[in-house]
């Protein structure tokens, strides 16, 4: 597939080595220009090009920016063809994106991205940690391999979003709607705690969206007191183990 990334954090970094390692044809983009993108993030053959270029001509757009920039791209995004699969991988943290008062009043945070954009998007790679994700793909079939729930109202956008998945490394399962894909938001039982295919189904089933908030805010303070600032992502070790005491 042609696919275009518009971000090169630490998702967005193995979004590209993954999928270009996977075979598909992709374009990856940040907001300071090509030439700030540095040759690691390049390593498995995908392309160095400008936001205007990443959107250009793909059969998948990858969205892995903070929450709060999304608005600023919904220009980019307007002008794809209506059959472009677009994927959300952000998370809504009020530390970070400012409060969003819509989402502070329930609203679920797919749900939020898809009317900032003015179409359907997937969610998928949100509810794994940058460490697991970077270190812990596997080969189908792989004991213990990690699953991750791919939510869309588009039955073939999902059927997309859940291959993709596949070819990361992980074991990709139907969620179903964007409705139901608070299910998969920080504070959840599935939010980075690195779950196999025969776990995963339960803990969606056990969420309860009033806890979510405090439960993502207790993890955030924990990480913040532990790292001494605001930025430093955990240890998949660290982070596990933190998530599944507070989560399951």
């Not at 220009?75 to 009020?94: H, I, M, Q």
């Not at 309860?208 to 993890?219: C, Q, V």
């Amino acid at each position: 597939m042609k696919i275009g990334i518009l971000g090169t954090g630490h998702i967005g970094k193995t979004l590209a080595l993954k999928l270009s390692a996977a075979g598909h044809d992709v374009k990856v983009a940040n907001s300071r220009g090509p030439e700030t993108i540095e040759a690691d993030v390049l390593a498995s053959g995908a392309h160095a090009v400008t936001s205007a270029e990443a959107v250009q001509e793909v059969d998948v757009l990858i969205l892995s920016i903070p929450l709060n920039r999304l608005p600023g791209v919904a220009p980019l995004v307007a002008n794809l063809p209506a059959e472009t699969v677009v994927v959300d991988t952000s998370n809504y943290y009020p530390f970070r994106d400012d409060k969003i008062d819509a989402i502070e009043a329930g609203q679920v945070e797919s749900v939020w991205v898809a009317e900032q954009l003015g179409r359907p998007v997937v969610k998928a790679w949100n509810s794994i940690g940058s460490d697991s994700f970077a270190r812990k793909g596997t080969a189908p079939g792989s004991p213990g391999r990690i699953a991750l729930s791919v939510a869309a109202d588009r039955e073939a956008d999902r059927k997309v979003g859940m291959k993709l998945v596949e070819d990361t490394g992980f074991d990709a399962f139907d969620a179903g709607s964007l409705a139901e894909s608070w299910r998969q938001q920080p504070g959840a039982p599935c939010y980075c705690t690195d779950l196999t295919l025969a776990e995963l189904p339960a803990a969606l089933a056990k969420a309860e969206a009033s806890r979510l908030p405090k439960r993502r805010d207790l993890a955030v303070a924990a990480i913040q007191e532990r790292a001494g600032d605001s930025k430093t992502n955990p240890d998949a070790d660290y982070g596990v183990r933190l998530n599944r005491a507070l989560y399951l």
